[in-house]
């Protein structure tokens, strides 16, 4: 408890750090419509680096979550929009089973075969995606056929505000889904047994296999709950963006991991915390966001991103030799 | 009162193998229990099946003198049954507190944790054991004596009635091992039994109160342990006799094949003189961080910073670097060949020809056929029991795995054989032929050896010398007939 308390304690003294730097350099970075959007872009990314740090807690890799993401996603805006339904809530609900369902099947291989979680979500992310496109079609729903009523949904703020040349903007109701989302998701992983089951599991399979712990419960438990996060966080990104492309996440991967990675979990399983990860998303958005500002081309913001990737990993595996002293 | 758990007639094969053969096992409440025998007598098997994890093919079991039909591990643990495994099965990234609770949480079924209600039970408990940890620090920064506690801790916790403890002195020094008696007397007088898997006889013979031996899958002796006594478990345990000879080294003239002079390594090891003669086998005791493994290390090449001179048959030897100090003849076994001398799962020949590649290259190919010729070679010399020289050495025992890390050494053309804890977790029997091995090598070799050992018995049976190590620095020697176990041991317990 303490070593994790005083990991996220570092993550955020350097986001305080970055933010100062960041202020630095641009001003503009400290106003309100500035922040609201970089808090907008925080949400899909949070969720989907939710999921990617409960397979990690349990000592996996998942890189299908871009693909059940837009499973999730792709499936329901279009049966949406070829049966003429318009909502909100079911197709939450249908992007988000989507999902589970989706998680289920890595669970059961994973579980069954005795798999590496790498390798299975490599597979079933890759074969996820060419279905979706094989069978269900590569057309994007733009925003003329997007369900105007998701559109809505994906529009609103729940703090709305006037800056000075007299346009609006607002803070997106997305935000509290996710941070309502994270809670939930700490809540479960700090106090429940389930949720202490996936860090026993993530520190040491066999002795949790032994201790007794219910080692298909958490399996299950683990991938369901993050397929059905990136079903959620797919169809979130169609409202938020207004079109669901299903070659959408392409290269997501990179800036997911890397921001649950920077947020302090360790690729090795057992050590990471639900606060770590969304100081990790919010380092990550940011200083994309400032590349953006900076003008830096994208192809040179991936660079970066690898280059903190590879950095925090090393920085956690320090640590966490220097704690096996 | 009825025994806390009986087993009768146990029979348990594995393919063709009969792993079990009609063994019978009987733990009263609150007695120390003692369970011994080599590698591969059974002992883990009847673990497994007393913790419901095998099914046993014939025989039934008892607990409170009911019959209880197949075991399962949750029943097993629902009876009170705990068993601590060689590795603990701790989770390395979680607290003391979490990893001592979380057993009883399942155990009762809950679904969730109550942090405050967590930690005072944790401490509650480590109090009981009379012992300090900080129940907010995570398991990986303890030492093993801290892990081994909270894992009998947690034991405790789960309301054991019997804690299976196997190997449990593998990994401990003798002060730890002190400790753990301690707290095994505590769980006895708290109405908790204890189930010993060891093959360590001093052990056996001070702390339990009786002793099951098996061998070969089959139950051989069982009594009160003041019917046994060091000779007649050995005998039990290996079917032989076990004449332990002591190193006879007739004195040469000549030239020391190993002399250090005032050998300082600043921070370790000071002002070090030392000669080994050819056929010389010198033992060092010492306790751990006394300096005795850094003058190991200096040997080896690894201490590149050294001050005072090393020679090596009457030529100074410039030992800055492993790969010197092999070319030069020296061979070192580390404490943990596990991790630090073999490759597990290769062969017994890719183990043996990896201190010696350059040696078999020719033209920067592999020289395969020389190479298998002399791994045959040294693979009989040694007497290694293992279908052959293809076998993965992750299959081989202890003993076996040893006499790869030792034979592969010869075969680089050692001169000096430094051996630290050279019987660590090996069995009696092979125990006895590795010694007669290395006997050999010194005897007929004339190689010097260094034997680093914490086994005062290993060390006074074969060694006709022994130096002892204190902060750094030779603080005497004992040889002849001043050279027994209580000698050593007193200098040992001197600084306590």
Same mark, same amino acid.
């Given at each position: ?120 979500? &490599? ?9 979706? &496109? ?158 953006? &500002? ?23 595996? &320090? ?7 | ?32 229990? #003692? ?119 947690? *034991? ?306 074969? #060694? ?17 007939? *001043? ?14």
């Amino acid at each position: 408890m303490r070593l994790a308390a005083s990991s996220d304690m570092v993550i955020a003294a350097i986001l305080i750090v970055a933010m100062v730097v960041i202020g630095l350099i641009n001003p503009a970075f400290w106003s309100l419509d500035n922040l609201f959007s970089l808090l907008k872009s925080n949400v899909v990314i949070g969720i989907m680096a939710l999921a990617v740090l409960l397979v990690m807690l349990s000592g996996g890799i998942d890189v299908s979550f871009t693909a059940f993401a837009v499973a999730g996603m792709y499936l329901t805006v279009r049966t949406m929009v070829d049966i003429g339904y318009d909502g909100v809530v079911l197709p939450l609900l249908a992007a988000t089973g989507i999902g589970a369902a989706l998680g289920l099947v890595n669970a059961l291989i994973v579980h069954k075969l005795r798999m590496i979680p790498l390798i299975v979500t &490599l597979g079933t992310g890759a074969v996820v995606r060419g279905l979706v &496109l094989g069978l269900v079609g590569t057309s994007i729903v733009n925003i003329n056929k997007m369900p105007r009523e998701l559109i809505a949904f994906g529009r609103s703020d729940i703090l709305t505000m006037t800056n000075a040349g007299g346009t609006t903007f607002g803070l997106t109701a997305m935000l509290p889904i996710y941070l309502g989302l994270a809670l939930v998701l700490h809540l479960v992983l700090t106090r429940t047994l389930i949720g202490r089951s996936v860090y026993a599991y993530g520190a040491s399979p066999e002795a949790a296999k032994r201790v007794g712990f219910p080692i298909g419960r958490t399996l299950v438990f683990v991938y369901v709950t993050a397929g059905a996060l990136a079903g959620l966080a797919g169809i979130l990104q169609s409202a938020m963006i207004w079109q669901a492309n299903p070659r959408d996440f392409l290269g997501w991967e990179l800036d997911v991991i890397a921001a649950v990675v920077l947020g302090g979990a360790s690729i090795f399983g057992g050590r990471g915390t639900v606060l770590g990860t969304v100081l990790g998303v919010f380092i990550l958005v940011m200083i994309k966001n400032s590349l953006i &500002l900076m003008g830096i081309e994208t192809t040179w913001q991936r660079v970066v991103v690898g280059g903190m990737l590879i950095a925090a990993t090393a920085l956690t595996a &320090l640590r966490d030799r220097k704690a096996l002293v | 009162m009825a025994p806390l758990i009986e087993l009768r007639g146990i029979t348990k094969r594995f393919g063709g193998v009969t792993a079990l053969d009609d063994v019978s096992l009987r733990i009263e409440p609150g007695e120390i229990h #003692c369970l011994a025998g080599e590698n591969g007598s059974g002992k883990s098997t009847i673990i497994k099946v007393i913790s419901g994890v095998y099914t046993p093919d014939q025989g039934e079991i008892l607990i409170d003198g009911t019959a209880v039909g197949a075991l399962s591990p949750p029943l097993s643990i629902a009876h009170g049954i705990q068993v601590i495994y060689q590795d603990f099965s701790l989770f390395p990234t979680l607290t003391v507190a979490e990893n001592i609770v979380l057993n009883s949480l399942l155990k009762d079924g809950r679904r969730a944790i109550n942090w405050r209600v967590a930690r005072r039970d944790a401490i509650e408990v480590l109090e009981r054991l009379g012992v300090q940890l900080d129940p907010s620090a995570t398991v990986e920064t303890l030492p093993t004596s801290g892990r081994q506690i909270v894992a009998i801790a947690r *034991a405790v916790l789960a309301d054991a009635r019997l804690i299976i403890m196997d190997e449990p002195t593998t990994a401990l020094t003798g002060k730890e091992v002190d400790n753990l008696f301690r707290i095994v007397r505590d769980l006895q007088y708290h109405g908790i039994a204890v189930l010993f898997v060891s093959h360590k006889m001093r052990e056996m013979l001070e702390i339990s109160e009786r002793l099951t031996v098996f061998r070969n899958g089959r139950k051989v002796a069982e009594g009160p342990i003041s019917e046994f006594d060091e000779p007649a478990i050995t005998r039990a345990m290996t079917g032989r006799d076990l004449t332990a000879r002591r190193y006879d080294w007739v004195p040469t003239r000549g030239m020391p094949r190993l002399e250090l002079r005032s050998l300082t390594v600043p921070g370790e090891i000071y002002d070090i003189n030392l000669a080994l003669m050819p056929g010389e086998v010198v033992g060092v005791s010492g306790l751990i961080g006394s300096g005795r493994t850094e003058l190991a290390l200096a040997l080896f090449g690894m201490r590149p910073g050294y001050r005072g001179e090393i020679w090596l048959d009457g030529k100074p030897a410039h030992l800055q670097t492993v790969q010197q100090a092999i070319t030069e003849g020296i061979a070192y076994v580390p404490e943990d060949r596990l991790s630090e001398g073999l490759f597990l799962p290769r062969s017994i020949q890719d183990n043996a020809i990896a201190g010696s590649i350059p040696g078999y290259s020719r033209g920067g190919l592999l020289d395969f056929r020389r190479a298998r010729a002399d791994t045959l070679d040294m693979f009989k010399a040694m007497q290694i029991a293992a279908p052959g020289t293809d076998a993965a050495v992750s299959t081989l025992s202890g003993g076996n795995q040893q006499r790869v890390v030792i034979g592969r050494w010869l075969m680089t053309g050692a001169r000096v054989l430094i051996l630290n804890g050279p019987t660590v977790g090996v069995d009696v029997g092979s125990k006895a032929q590795i010694h007669a091995i290395i006997h050999g090598l010194a005897r007929d070799k004339g190689l010097a050896v260094l034997m680093i050992s914490d086994d005062l018995p290993e060390l006074v049976q074969n #060694c006709n010398r022994v130096v002892h190590m204190q902060q750094g620095r030779l603080t005497g020697e004992l040889s002849g007939d *001043a050279l027994t176990e209580d000698a050593v041991g007193d200098k040992l317990r001197f600084r306590g």
